[in-house]
């Protein structure tokens, strides 16, 4: 049974739809609703993967923000402070003259580590928050 398609419209920046528009074509999609459609499983499948996982992790919470958009720096920080039990530490890289990227090795209770990425991810004027476990102890 073919499965009901519904057609939905998206506000971008210009720049977005370019920069997605280019990888894409580098990728050798057809059309971009396929592309799309491929971006929303991989985010919902992440999305899962990050609720599945329990217990004790070991991994680093790369954050990427722009270092000018005021605010950004001291609310990771204290991010950063407020779950400091299962930080064992950070590290900063100046990317550019505009981007930073924030590397924090955490070690701990999964719950807490979702907590502390969800969190990060809902701050305003971080680009992008991603979660890399290493170890299941
Ligand atoms: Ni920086």
């Known amino acids: 049974m073919e499965e009901h398609v519904t ?3 998206v506000s ?3 720049s977005l739809l370019e920069e997605f528009d280019s990888i894409i074509l580098n990728r050798g ?3 971009r609703s396929e592309a799309i459609r491929d971006a929303i499983r991989n985010y919902i499948l992440e999305y899962k993967w990050m609720e599945k996982e329990e217990g004790e992790v070991v991994g680093v919470v790369n954050v990427l923000y722009s270092h000018s958009f005021k605010g950004v ?3 990771i920080t204290g ?3 407020e779950f400091y039990n299962v ?5 900063h890289v ?3 003259k505009e981007m930073c990227l924030e590397m924090i090795l955490v070690r701990g209770d999964m719950q807490i580590i979702r907590k502390l990425v969800d969190r990060i991810s809902s701050t305003k ?4 928050v991603k979660l890399i476990t290493a170890i299941k102890e």
């Open 29 to 31: 999609y057809s059309s």
């Open 87 to 91: 930080i064992t530490t950070s590290m």
């Open 12 to 14: 971008l920046p210009k």
């Open 94 to 96: 100046h990317l550019d």
């Open 79 to 81: 991010l950063q402070h």
């Open 7 to 9: 057609r939905i419209g």
């Open 125 to 128: 004027g971080v680009a992008n």
């Open 73 to 75: 720096s001291d609310a």
